[in-house]
T-cell receptor, first 112, second 112 residues
Framework: SAVISQKPSRDICQRGTSLTIQCQVD?????MFWYRQQPGQSLTLIAT?????????ESGFVIDKFPISRPNLTFSTLTVSNMSPEDSSIYLC?????????FGEGSRLTVL | EDQVTQSPEALRLQEGESSSLNCSYT??????LFWYRQDPGKGPEFLFT???AGEEKEKERLKATLTKKESFLHITAPKPEDSATYLC?????????????FGGGTRLMVKP
């Protein structure tokens, strides 16, 4: 299995600011994923982060709004840029290992 | 487009009252069907992956089954600690690295 750590676990942010979420995996993994879970909703994939290449974004998500870094095989960051109240969500990092997909505990963002 | 539909949205059971959760899916070339448990404020916890119709997997009071169109999560003699949201997700055969499409989840409440 894989242990995934996310920071921060929660934050309250002001409209128009940006926040970077960090994700650390305790094993080397090829692909990491970022999901969003809006209040009372299920998970929606934002993007796939591959080490050494640009992230691949799903429909409705763009790099300018959600820039992602993947500097090595155990670490990734997601930035939520120019935040608005609609960005209030839980952001989850995940990684695939051995046919299973593991998740971090999530980062709960509240935008005022 | 991949689709995953879970039913019911919410389920209340008495302790010891067995039941099943349903996950119907439409996917082009199923690679795997995943079940997760999510507790409030936590990230999803991996339960099972099923790969082909007819496959079954068990873990304590949980048993997952798979057909070509749906999966069931059977809960036998549930306990209050089984209360959680159960998420179903699918991955396609043409995407590497377990990129998942999630259903809306079933919120299970088990009363003592």
């Amino acid at each position: 299995s894989a242990v995934i750590s996310q920071k921060p676990s929660r934050d309250i942010c002001q409209r128009g600011t940006s926040l970077t979420i960090q994700c650390q995996v305790d094993s080397q993994v090829t692909m990491m994923f970022w999901y969003r879970q809006q209040p009372g909703q299920s998970l929606t994939l934002i993007a796939t982060a591959n080490q050494g290449s640009e992230a691949t974004y799903e429909s409705g998500f763009v790099i300018d709004k959600f820039p992602i870094s993947r500097p090595n095989l155990t670490f990734s960051t997601l930035t939520v840029s120019n935040m608005s109240p609609e960005d209030s969500s839980i952001y989850l990092c995940s990684a695939g290992l051995g046919g299973e997909l593991f998740f971090g505990e999530g980062s709960r963002l509240t935008v005022l | 487009e991949d689709q995953v539909t879970q039913s019911p949205e919410a389920l209340r059971l008495q302790e010891g009252e067995s039941s099943s959760l349903n996950c119907s899916y439409t996917v082009s070339g199923l690679r795997g069907l995943f079940w997760y448990r999510q507790d409030p404020g936590k990230g999803p916890e991996f339960l099972f992956t099923l790969y082909s119709a007819g496959e079954e997997k068990e873990k304590e009071r949980l048993k997952a089954t798979l057909t070509k169109k749906e999966s069931f999560l059977h809960i036998t003699a549930p306990k209050p600690e089984d209360s959680a949201t159960y998420l179903c997700a699918v991955s396609r055969g043409d995407n590497a690295g377990n990129m998942l499409t999630f259903g809306g989840g079933t919120r299970l409440m088990v009363k003592p």
